[in-house]
């Protein structure tokens, strides 16, 4: 742009252009990019709550419910929960 400021639309036209050339063949998104920094991270971090902490941080959210919702962990749990109930 002429302020030399890149929309999302942008940054994600030229992710996608660099997965190409590197042999990747799904749509990346800095959404995508932002969601599996904070999966991997949690994981890395040995799924902890000091790791969810971390991670709520790093992401500016406003409270850990939002996190755990951003990670999916709340329909893993529910599964399981499910899954327990009926063995």
Known sequence: SSTGVMTRAGVNAMLNKIAKEVG???P???HSLRKGFAMRTWAL???T???MIYVS???NHSSMQTTYAYLGLELKLRNEVLDAFWE
């Open 28 to 30: 990346v998104t800095v």
């Open 24 to 26: 990747i063949d799904h």
């Open 57 to 59: 941080s790093w992401l």
């Open 49 to 51: 709550e000091a790791a």
């Open 45 to 47: 971090m040995g799924e």
